[in-house]
């Protein structure tokens, strides 16, 4: 089965720029998408098809995806943006696979 | 803006049948796959499964067995049922909008999730 690694924790001062990694088996040929969640709250989608991002999503969140490893990266991070990261993406044997998760601290 | 509203059983014992609905408010129904996807408390998000306005199915090979996901496209409505639950099924389901085509595949409407305890 398909699977997919991120840290489980990343910290970052405000105004930084903070990137969240997700490893997996030739991950760049597959599209990733990524999704915050805050506590208590449903995700939300913030990244699809690897660096597009839906409307209401601001310009400071962007991502890429190469080789084995999708990257989130967020500049001019924001206390807001402190919150749980998830990638996903989409496999023939697994069909859609989420990574475990990354708690992103402001501090 | 469309807007997904789930509802069910809130507390299951053990050997249940847990069962949820989701409807869809705004926006066409037949036009996207819908699923379902679970949070245990204080772990990671897991798929469950999907369906369209025709009925077809995708289920995670994981919990294929115990899982149905059924439409009811007269109520732009989809529902899930996971049957023999036990206190590892405990968590939150949201229901989503799946957005994107073949491999392209996100969720980008979700549901507020329902909790679901199961316990003797």
């Known amino acids: 089965s398909y699977e997919l690694t991120q840290p489980p924790s990343v910290s970052v001062s405000p105004g930084q720029t903070a990137s969240i990694t997700c490893s997996g088996d030739k991950l760049g040929d597959k599209y990733a998408s990524w999704y915050q969640q805050k506590p208590g709250q449903s995700p939300v989608l913030v990244i699809y098809q690897d660096s597009k991002r839906p409307s209401g999503i601001p310009e400071r969140f962007s991502g890429s995806n190469s080789g084995n490893t999708a990257t989130l990266t967020i500049s001019g991070t924001q206390a807001m943006d402190e919150a749980d990261y998830y990638c996903?993406?989409?496999?023939?044997?697994?069909?859609?696979?989420f990574g475990g998760g990354t708690k992103l601290t402001v501090l | 803006q469309v807007q997904l509203q789930q509802w069910g059983a809130g507390l299951l014992k053990p050997s249940e049948t847990l069962s949820l609905t989701c409807a869809v408010y705004g926006g066409s129904f037949s036009d996207y796959y819908w699923s379902w996807i679970r949070q245990p408390p204080g772990k990671g998000l897991e798929w469950i499964g999907e369906i369209n306005h025709s009925g077809s199915t995708n289920y995670s090979p994981s919990l294929k067995s115990r899982v149905t996901i059924s439409v009811d496209t007269s109520k732009n409505q989809f529902s899930l049922k996971l049957s023999s639950v036990t206190a590892a099924d405990t968590a939150v389901f949201y229901c989503a909008r799946v957005s994107g085509s073949g491999h392209n595949y996100y969720m980008d409407v979700w549901g507020k999730g329902t909790t679901v305890t199961v316990s003797s």
């Open positions: 996903q993406t989409w496999d023939s044997s697994t069909y859609v696979v």
